[in-house]
């Protein structure tokens, strides 16, 4: 039944996640438990901080214990008062992937810039389509607020029943943008979110181009291969 296969997979991800605190575990199955813990630890944060701006997390391994850290645009509100809400995603955390005591600690980060985070604007946009609002409004809406955080160009994808029943696509964009080669491994901060509505599912898509940035704080340190620099002459 239903309610079985969902109890064997709770415990194979216990299993998995337990074993991802053990030593001698080989290469293989610590790439594996990693990558789990990582996808259900984002899945269960995003769910739980949509609200609260969740814009991706950071986990820091040491031998003392391993550090998470939330970054959200409003992180007080992650914090909660005197600090009880980020408390009790400690505790769930702890007990859900078997932490000793003190063995996993939270911190939340705030967003500097959350015009060039995609995985905030998409939330924005899921909002703002939930609430009624209307396509067009809301996307153009998210691109002038991006393209006016200094982003060098965005994207966004609507895509499902948006208006009928018949389905389709519609796309938004400004400014410059690269889809293809390396250059969007690195410059290219792009989301994928899903939005339930009453006349079925919208598929949103949010991509944003960084700028360059030498200090790294708005976008990558290194420039884009097609930049072409010319000295100047040297005097012999």
């Known amino acids: ?33 990693d990558g789990v813990f990582n996808c259900e630890l984002n899945e269960f944060l995003r769910r739980e901080l949509a609200e609260d701006g969740f814009s991706g997390l950071e986990v820091r391994v040491t031998p003392q214990r391993t550090e998470i850290i939330i970054k959200a645009t409003r992180s007080n509100d992650v914090l909660g ?10 505790s769930v955390v702890q007990k859900r992937f078997g932490f000793p005591e003190g063995g996993v600690e939270l911190f939340a980060e705030r967003v500097a810039n959350r015009g060039l985070s995609a995985i905030a604007q998409a939330e924005s946009l899921r909002y703002k389509l ?15 607020f991006v393209m006016e955080s200094n982003a060098k160009g965005v994207e966004l994808i609507v895509a499902g029943k948006i208006r009928g029943q018949r389905a389709k696509a519609m796309k938004f964009k400004d400014g410059y943008m690269k889809c293809s080669g390396d250059v969007p491994w690195d410059f290219v901060s792009s989301c994928t979110r899903h939005v339930y509505m009453r006349q079925g599912v919208l598929g949103l898509k949010v991509k944003i181009m960084l700028e ?10 290194k420039q884009q291969p097609d930049i072409v620099t010319i000295q100047e002459p040297k005097d012999l």
């Open 81 to 90: 008062k005197q600090g009880r809400r980020i408390r009790e995603l400690t």
């Open 130 to 144: 939930v609430q009624g609002l209307p396509v067009r409004r809301a996307c153009y809406g998210v691109i002038k």
């Open 212 to 221: 360059h940035d030498p200090s790294g704080q708005r976008g990558p340190t």
């Open 1 to 33: 039944s239903k309610a079985t296969v969902s109890v064997l997979n709770c415990l194979i991800l216990n299993k998995t996640s337990n074993m991802a605190l053990r030593a001698n575990l080989s290469k293989k199955r610590k790439f594996v438990a």
